[in-house]
């Protein structure tokens, strides 16, 4: 099985975690972006959407992170990352899909109120509202262990791990605490964001994000 993309995606990135955790190294590979380009012919006769991540196994190509998380679940069915009881399961959905529709949007939209220059005002509280609002959906639906839930890894703690890196970027560039009255989330940050692994990732993402920065630039002065 082979999934494209680029670990500086939260898309690819919760499913990088999940294919790490479940311990398929040689089964999954990562072979980037086809072609170097997501809009590139290449890429797009894989992915139509020219977006990331995208899955081709044996032939059989899909695309949407969520929908490839649960084929990889279905697949390799060994360290199952979809844990816990009906509800558990459940809430691992909301949460993913949480952190797919409901933070990510806003996430992007405080990138580029910063990209401005712009440190307040009424759309920057629109957009933290937003934001403070999904994440305080997510406390609700934690359960206040190291893992989100049944205190074991799952796929809602990947959702959490593939968007912290930029999460905890735009509160700290705003002078904001992500954890302030969330303590389940505090908690579960202390014990996520210290790892070698985290660490590890934090530095791979920094580097392509500047790179993308870089080349957005360049791109502008053409
Ligand atoms: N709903 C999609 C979203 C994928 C997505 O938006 N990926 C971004 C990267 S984080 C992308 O490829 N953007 C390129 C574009 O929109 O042109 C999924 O869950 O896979």
Known sequence: ????????????????????????????????????????????????????????????????????????????PEKPMMTGDMRQRAKIRAIGRICDFEVLPPVNALYALKAKGIEEGENLEAEFLKLNRALDCVEMFMEGGDFAFANVLSLADFSLMANVFFLGDVYKSFGRDLAAGRPKLGHWLGVHTTTDSYKEAVKIRATQLADLRKRKAAAAKK
Do not use: C, H, T
């Open 1 to 76: 099985m082979k999934i494209y993309g680029a670990r500086l995606s939260p898309y690819f990135e919760r499913l990088y975690l999940q294919v790490q955790a479940k311990g398929l190294k040689g089964k999954v590979e990562f072979p980037g972006v086809p072609g170097g380009d997501l809009k590139s012919a290449e890429y797009l006769a894989i992915n139509p959407m020219g977006k990331i991540p995208a899955m081709d196994d044996d032939g059989f190509l899909l695309s949407e992170s969520w929908a490839i998380s649960e084929y990889i679940e279905e697949k390799f």
